[in-house]
């Protein structure tokens, strides 16, 4: 009797949660409204150069990884860091050409920081002591100094780019 509960009830919710996800996605948004666009170059994310560019990111990672496997010690920890930033910002980067936004600009850019970051501080790990630490206090630094650099960049991109409020033309007087 209890399994027959817990079945009806599991039936149950799933039945709720494919007719709200079905509502979601035929719910349209009204004309400019930036959720109906959220790619500005929807034909780019859809193409088939996108995707192979995407699975060659995918497959240059791979070899990259697979390329680290002989080294040891921190060696090989600092090739897996190099082989993860550059998948993380190759993808990054592919997003940003896709989504053509300043703010797509701005995470390409905070992930490119990140990504050095983490490779500095697996190459500090050589070190030892007190150079150890200021070598990663240094490496963080860098990085807070280029997400910085990067969040100035957005707000003067911001500025910089004209208002999508229409304004109005007519200079006639009534």
């Known amino acids: 009797m209890k399994m027959k509960n817990l079945y009806a009830a599991l039936s149950g919710a799933f039945l709720l949660g494919s007719v709200a996800f079905v509502q979601a996605q035929t719910t349209t948004a009204p004309a400019g409204d930036p959720v109906a666009h959220p790619v500005k170059n929807a034909k ?3 193409s088939a150069d996108y995707r192979a560019e995407h699975e060659k990111i995918e497959a240059d990672a791979k070899a990259a990884k697979e390329a680290c496997k002989p080294l040891k010690a921190n060696a090989k920890d600092i090739c897996q860091a190099e082989a993860k930033a550059n998948e993380k910002v190759a993808k990054k980067e592919l997003d940003a050409k896709r989504k053509g936004t300043p703010e797509a600009q701005y995470e390409l850019a905070k992930m490119k920081a990140e990504a050095k970051y983490e ?19 240094q490496a963080k630094d860098e990085e807070k100094k280029a997400i910085a650099d990067a969040k100035a960049q957005r707000k003067t991109v911001a500025a910089a780019t004209p208002s999508t409020t229409p304004k109005s033309t007519d200079t006639t007087k009534k």
């Open 44 to 46: 780019v994310a859809m």
């Open 119 to 137: 490779v500095a501080k697996e190459k500090c790990e050589d070190l030892k002591g007190a150079e150890q630490s200021n070598c990663k206090k």
